[in-house]
Every structure is written in structure tokens, then in C-alpha cells.
């Protein structure tokens, strides 16, 4: 954890040295969908926040950290009886955007970009008795999404494709990989 902390003061000083940055704290919802098969296993609403720098005008990169919940609600059904479980999924999400400006640029009062790029998700807890081992960390994803910035604000509207399964090896539990959409909101400095 103090290395992303350190890796992030990093990029936000190395984003500070260039004229044409901004600096976007951030938080959000996202909802997460599970491809698994086996019990009948659903992904429910979690929540975002953190912070990422936007290095260039026109054309731009964007890395960010974000501290990341992500909700599965898990239904199983033995003998006739069902049971409930929800597990939670807790982490660092550590995306990395391409962008370009269709209207406007970094310095504009508004603007609209489309961006794309990949993403980890490195697990730091998770809840209903698994362990953090159960499970494939970092997860790797890609994403594709729009932005439009009006004075400071910022709104971001992303979804991720997961290109790792969720968990390594758990028996009799296939929880597949996630895919989510990722909103975030926010001020540009």
C-alpha cells in the first residue's frame, strides 16, 4: 500500500511539472456484474474513491488510485432450502486512460473526451470468510468510457472488461470474471 501511495505523490509531482495537467479527485458508484456459473451468484452496487492526474491537452494520459468496493450477493439452494450470502470486495484500483478531447481541452471550461485503457485491481480485504489467497490479485481489466468536464467538475462514465477470473481455485465455486460500469464524479485543480 505505501508503494501505490508513493507511486501516486510521484505522478501527481511528475503531473504538476507539465503546464497542461489537472489534478481530479474523485469518488463514485459502480456496479458489477459476475460471469460465473454454479450457484446463482449476481453483483450488486459498490462505491469508489480517490484521485487521478490528467497530463496533456488535446490528446491526454491519465493515471489514478481509487479505493474500491465491489458487492456479490451469492444464492444457494440445497435440499430445497436456499441460503444468502453477500461477500465484499475491497481494494485499490489502480486504472491508466488514454483520452482525447472531442470538444474543448484540458484548460477549457467545458470539454467532452472519450478514453480508454487498462486497469489492476489489487485486493486488500474480503468479507464471508474467504481468504485475500482465494483470490487472483492484481485483477486485470480493460475499459472504454466518456467524460465531460464543465468549469472544475468532472463526470466519468466507464465500463471494464475483467481479462482475469475473480478466484483461483475454490471448490465448487466458479465466480467467473467481473465486468462493471465505473461512475465517478468529481473536481478538476
Do not use: C, H
Not at 456459473?37 to 489514478?64: C, H, R
Request: aromatic share 14%.
Amino acid at each position: 500500500m505505501k508503494s501505490l501511495v508513493t507511486l501516486f505523490i510521484l505522478l501527481a509531482t511528475v503531473g504538476s511539472a507539465f503546464a497542461q495537467s489537472s489534478f481530479k479527485p474523485g469518488a463514485g458508484l459502480n456496479f458489477t456484474g459476475i460471469t460465473g456459473t454454479g450457484d446463482d451468484v449476481k453483483g450488486k452496487m459498490g462505491w469508489q474513491v480517490g484521485a487521478s492526474v490528467e497530463l496533456g491537452n488535446k490528446f491526454y494520459i491519465e493515471p489514478g488510485i481509487f479505493y474500491t468496493t465491489r458487492n456479490a450477493e451469492s444464492t444457494t439452494i440445497n435440499d430445497g432450502v436456499s441460503s444468502l450470502s453477500d461477500a465484499q470486495f475491497r481494494g485499490f484500483r489502480v486504472p491508466v486512460a488514454v483520452g482525447y478531447n472531442i470538444l474543448g481541452n484540458t484548460n477549457s471550461s467545458f470539454a467532452f473526451r472519450v478514453f480508454g485503457g487498462g486497469s489492476a485491481f489489487i485486493l486488500s480485504s474480503v468479507s464471508d470468510g474467504y481468504a485475500i489467497s482465494d483470490f487472483n490479485n492484481p485483477e486485470w481489466g480493460v475499459f472504454a468510457g466518456l467524460g465531460a468536464d464543465i468549469s472544475i467538475i468532472f463526470i466519468d462514465l466507464s465500463y471494464q472488461w475483467s481479462l482475469t477470473n475473480v478466484q483461483k481455485n475454490i471448490p465448487g465455486i466458479d465466480l467467473g470474471r467481473t465486468n462493471g460500469v465505473f461512475l465517478t464524479a468529481g473536481f478538476r485543480f
